[in-house]
C-alpha cells in the first residue's frame, strides 16, 4: 500500500539536501552535526527523555490505548542502551521496525515514518547518538495484554499496514516542498497526530493528515497522567497583536514532554489601559492592583474550586509586575515557569545549554541603612546606579551571572538553582538587617527568573519588597511597586 508523495530513485533526496541545507560534509564533524539538526527535528528527546532525565536515557511511558510503552535508551551506552549496536542494526530499526536482537518492535517507535528516511540520513543521526553521554538505565518492561506482549504479533500487523520505502522525491515539484514532504513522512512523523487511526492502531491512510489530534498527541507524550494537565497561564500586554511570541501553537507545542494542556484554551491576563506613563509610580499601582483583580477571578477562584491542579506560565510582562505575578502564584498549586529565547525563537527549555555560573555578594557593613538586592542575569547592574537611588550609604547584597546576557536562562535544573540562591539570600538579609527592614529590589531577569523571584518570597516570613525598574525614558531606575505581605 503506497503512501503519497512516495516514488523511485535515490539522488533526488541528495540534491534536496545540497539545495537546501548545503552540500554534505564529509568529516565525521560534519555527519554528527547534521546528524543532530536530524534528531532535533524528528523531536526525539521529547519521548526518549523523562522529566529530570539525562538525554536520551530512555524509559519514558507512552500511553497507547492498548496499553504502556516504554521508549529504549539510546545513549550509546552498552549494557542497557545501543552502544553495542552496528549502524547496520541502527538502520534495521528505522528503516525495518527490526531491533538488533531480531524482536520485532512496536510502532510506538515510528518505524512505518522512519523507513522513509535515508541511509544517508540514519547514518548521520547513528553518527550524533554515538557522541552524547552513555546512561546506564534499563527502561521498565512495557505493560501490554496477551498477545501484543509477544512482538511476534508484530508481523501481521507489519503485513497489514507497514510498507517499507524510501521516501524520493516527486518529479515536478519544487526542492523546498520535497523536502518538506521529507520530513513531514519522514522523521517529522506527522502523521502521528494528525491522521485518524483504525481499531489497531494504524493510520487511516484515506484521510492523511485530515483530522488533527492533537489531545491524544499530548496524552501519548506525557504518558497520559491525569496529574500532568496543566491548565496555561499566559501573561503579556497586547496578547492578540503579539502572536508570534505567545501564540497558543508555540505555547502548547512548548509544554511535552513533562505536560500537557489541561484544556484547548489559555487563561490570559493583559495589561489594563492607564493615561499614566510607566515612570510614575501610580502607573504601577494602577497595574499590580489590575493584575491582582484579575488574577483572583481567573485563576484563583478556579483553584479554590479544584478545577486547576497544575499551572505552567508563559509571561513577557515587565519585571515588577512578573514578580507580582510570582507573588500571587505562590505555592498555592504547583507551578512550572517557561522562558522566552529570542534565538531560537522558542518557549522550550534547552538542557543542552550551558549553566549559569552565578556570583554571590554579601553586605557587612552596618545594619541600619537602607538595603538594596541586586539581581543581575540579564544585563550587568552597576552599584553606582543603586546608589544614585538609595544614596551612598546603603547595604548591596547581589546575586549576579558571571557573563549577564539576554538569552541565558536556557535550563530548568539551573532556574532551580536560582530559586536556591535567592532563599539564602533572603534568609541572609533578614537575619542581617532584622525584622524591620525592607528590601529594595533592582532587578535584571529574565522573565522566568523574575516570577519564581515573586514566588520564592514566602509572604509571613520574609521581608517586604520595594521593587524597581529600569526606565530608558528617565535614564536610570525609577520605583514601581511594593509587595508587603
Keep these: 500500500m503506497s503512501k503519497p508523495h512516495l516514488r523511485t530513485g535515490a539522488a533526488a533526496v541528495i540534491l534536496l539536501l545540497v539545495g537546501l541545507t548545503g552540500a554534505r560534509g564529509n568529516s565525521d564533524f560534519d555527519r554528527v552535526q547534521r546528524g543532530k539538526y536530524l534528531v532535533d527535528a524528528g523531536d526525539c528527546y ?17 500511553a497507547t490505548p492498548f496499553g504502556a510503552i516504554y521508549s529504549a535508551n539510546i545513549t550509546p551506552d552498552r549494557k542497557t542502551g545501543i552502544g553495542s549496536w552496528s549502524a547496520d542494526d541502527f538502520y534495521k530499526a528505522m528503516h525495518h521496525g527490526v531491533s538488533a536482537d531480531g524482536n520485532r518492535l512496536y510502532p510506538a517507535f515510528p518505524y512505518p515514518y522512519y523507513t522513509h528516511v535515508t541511509r544517508e540520513d540514519v547514518d548521520d543521526i547513528w553518527a550524533y547518538l554515538r557522541t552524547v553521554e552513555p546512561v546506564d538505565n534499563a527502561p521498565p518492561k512495557n505493560r501490554l495484554p496477551f498477545p501484543l506482549n509477544e512482538r511476534a504479533a508484530m508481523r501481521a500487523w507489519n503485513w497489514m499496514f507497514f510498507d517499507e520505502q524510501t521516501f524520493h522525491s516527486v518529479p515536478g515539484k519544487s526542492a523546498a516542498w520535497n523536502w518538506g514532504a521529507y520530513l513531514v513522512e519522514g522523521l517529522g512523523h506527522c502523521g502521528v497526530c494528525h491522521t485518524p487511526k483504525n481499531v489497531l492502531g494504524a493510520d487511516e491512510t484515506k484521510q492523511a493528515y485530515q483530522e488533527g489530534n492533537l489531545d491524544a498527541w499530548f496524552a501519548i507524550v506525557t504518558g497520559m497522567a491525569e496529574e500532568r494537565g496543566a491548565h496555561v497561564l499566559r501573561f503579556a500586554a497586547d496578547i492578540g497583536q503579539r502572536d508570534a511570541l505567545v501564540s497558543t501553537r508555540s505555547i502548547f507545542m512548548a509544554m511535552p514532554p513533562d505536560y500537557h494542556p489541561a484544556e484547548g484554551r489559555t487563561i490570559d491576563i493583559e495589561l489594563v489601559g492607564c493615561d499614566y506613563a510607566d515612570h510614575e509610580e501610580t502607573y504601577w499601582t494602577i497595574q499590580q492592583d489590575n493584575l491582582r483583580r484579575v488574577f483572583a477571578r481567573k485563576v484563583k477562584e478556579r483553584i479554590e474550586q479544584k478545577e486547576i491542579r497544575q499551572l505552567s506560565v508563559f509571561a513577557l510582562e515587565p519585571q515588577p509586575l512578573l514578580i507580582e505575578l510570582g507573588h500571587l502564584l505562590g505555592d498555592i498549586v504547583p507551578v512550572t515557569v517557561h522562558q522566552r529565547y529570542r534565538e531560537p525563537p522558542t518557549w522550550r527549555w534547552q538542557p543542552d545549554q550551558p549553566v549559569i555560573t552565578f556570583r554571590l555578594s554579601e553586605y557587612s557593613g552596618a545594619p541600619d541603612v537602607p538595603v538594596a538586592l541586586k539581581l543581575a542575569l540579564s544585563a550587568t547592574v552597576t552599584d553606582d546606579r543603586i546608589r544614585t537611588v538609595l544614596g551612598d550609604d546603603v547595604a548591596i547584597w547581589s546575586l549576579t551571572a558571571e557573563n549577564p546576557h539576554n538569552d541565558i536562562m536556557r535550563r530548568p535544573d539551573v532556574l532551580v538553582e536560582f530559586k536556591r540562591h535567592l532563599r539564602r539570600l533572603f534568609d541572609r538579609i533578614k537575619a542581617a538587617h532584622g525584622e524591620k527592614a525592607i528590601i529594595n529590589v533592582f532587578p535584571a531577569l529574565p522573565n522566568s527568573a523574575s516570577v519564581e523571584f515573586g514566588r520564592v518570597r514566602m509572604p509571613k516570613a520574609d521581608l517586604p519588597l520595594h521593587v524597581y525598574d529600569q ?15
Design 471 to 485: 526606565n530608558r525614558s528617565v535614564g536610570g531606575f525609577v520605583p514601581t511597586l511594593r509587595i508587603m505581605s
Design 46 to 62: 521529547a519521548c526518549h527523555t523523562p522529566s529530570g532525565a539525562k538525554p536520551f536515557q530512555g524509559g519514558r511511558a507512552l
